[in-house]
């Protein structure tokens, strides 16, 4: 059975860094240039076919790295990549005709010349963005986190370089910046398929119900999580005129960088390694290890933020973002428990167990959802702010008591604020510096299964 190396969870981490840095520069670039309005109708393009494609694709890329890391059969792997690249298209089209009916009502006043432009942008968008994460999926099944990560990164430096260009050249808004992020998606499906070829559309019934079956079962907490995560943004977006739109945008994407840099770099690497262990001590120890390193990287590249958050808004984004420091503190402090939520849902879900985030996200929501309207109308954007805060608090509470009631974890064993943690994580670090070349051999073998 394959297991994810040092050298998977190290290549994850530093493809994840260079993709933060690369959205902040990108982000600051557009909230410069385009100022609050119109980084605001840009959040609005790029946001609702984003939230339309999560709903629609019913989690397939999740179902394809489950089934792919347990698979020993390289015919039946072969197969299972063929037929979901299939269904992935086939989900593409028919969340498209979901997304142009409800166009209209999403984009409805002063946002209604939109329309035209999201509608073109959702046209590629969704279907291309489906086949992509599919084919990901199948790299991240098989622990090929080489390709893996290059291919993730592909994505965001192709869309730098042509916002660069399209800058240079005096044509950058919203409509452009959106054709550069589809140019950068493009090329990253483009060369997908080349390095799968040969490739061929493959539909087995057997194995596009186990797909469908499986995604369906994630998808239930994955609805859940995307709704948790993108609530806030929504209501901001109905309630909000389109600078405070460009405000709260600039906000989550400082407070997620933390998060996304450390988070998700586990949670990419957690799903298939949890579904490839069998021992529940295993499992156990991996969970632990993962939340307690997450709670306190997390912990300190947020609360890092938060203290200098005063000087780093304005001065990566510029003065008219003021108004964006007190929800960026909020919502630092926010992402740092979603960051610990995630990494413990997903540590759940990977032996197979979706209820405990089922419970938590949909208490999250809950919460949110009863305290996001008094908040934002008494307190603004920071008021929707530490409406999430409340929230996460929550989801955390929930999963906390699963990870008890299931694996006998207390609360002291996977709480990283300690200096215990952080000696474990030094020398763990020392470890990895010291036999860096023995790591790059092990993730190219991995590369070349």
């Known amino acids: 059975m394959k297991r994810a190396g040092t050298g998977a969870w190290l290549g994850t981490f530093g493809t994840t860094a260079a993709i933060m840095g690369l959205t902040l520069i990108t982000g600051a670039l557009t909230a410069r240039l385009l100022q609050p309005a119109g980084r605001g109708e840009l959040a609005a393009i790029l946001y609702w076919p984003n939230v339309l494609e999560g709903f629609g694709f019913i989690s397939l890329n999740e179902a394809v790295a489950f089934m792919i890391a347990g698979q020993e059969d390289v015919d039946r792997a072969h197969a299972i990549k063929q037929t979901a690249l299939t269904a992935a298209l086939l ?21 209604a ?40 990164l592909l994505q965001p430096v192709t869309y730098f370089l042509m916002l660069c260009g399209i800058w240079f050249a005096g044509r950058l808004e919203p409509a452009t910046v959106a054709l550069a992020v589809l140019i950068g998606l493009l090329v990253t499906v483009c060369t997908q398929l080349y390095l799968s070829l040969p490739i061929s559309l493959l539909w087995q019934q057997g194995v596009a119900r186990d797909l469908l079956k499986i995604g369906g079962r994630f998808h239930w907490v994955n609805l859940l999580l995307y709704v ?28 997620g960088s933390g998060t996304a840099l450390f988070a998700q770099s586990a949670t990419l690497v957690l799903l298939p390694s949890m579904s490839s262990l069998t021992a529940p001590h295993d499992r156990r120890a ?7 390193a997450v709670m306190l990287l997390v912990g300190v590249s947020n609360l890092s933020l938060m203290i200098l958050a005063v000087w780093i808004v304005p001065l990566l984004f510029g003065a008219l973002y003021r108004e964006a420091i007190l929800p960026t503190m909020g919502l630092l402090f926010a992402y740092w428990l979603k960051a610990v939520t995630q990494v413990m849902e997903r540590s759940l879900r990977g032996t197979g167990w979706i209820w405990p985030g089922v419970h938590s996200q949909a208490s999250s929501i809950v919460c949110l959802a009863v305290l996001a309207y008094p908040a934002y109308r008494y307190a603004g954007l920071l008021g929707m702010a530490l409406s999430v805060l409340v929230s996460q608090i929550i989801a955390l509470l929930v999963l ?10 207390r609360i002291t064993e996977w709480w990283g604020l300690r200096p ?17 070349v023995g790591y790059g051999a092990t993730a190219g073998s991995v590369d070349r299964q």
């Open 91 to 111: 989900l593409g089209v028919c969340s498209i005709a979901i997304g142009w009916c409800l166009l209209p009502w999403l984009f409805r006043g002063d946002r």
């Open 113 to 152: 010349h939109l329309i035209e432009i999201t509608g073109l942008y959702m046209l590629v968008f969704m279907p291309a963005n489906m086949v992509n994460q599919t084919l990901l999926a199948a790299d991240q099944g098989v622990f090929r986190f080489g390709r893996y990560n290059r291919l993730r």
């Open 228 to 255: 948790s995560t993108e609530l806030d943004r929504a209501l901001i977006l109905l309630w909000s005129s389109n600078a405070n739109v460009g405000l709260y945008a600039v906000a989550t994407t400082v407070a």
């Open 286 to 292: 991996l969970m632990v290890k993962s939340v307690r």
């Open 400 to 409: 906390a008591w699963y990870a008890h009631r299931s694996f006998e974890i």
């Open 420 to 436: 215990a943690v952080a000696l474990e994580l030094w020398r763990l670090g020392g470890q990895l510096l010291r036999s860096r």
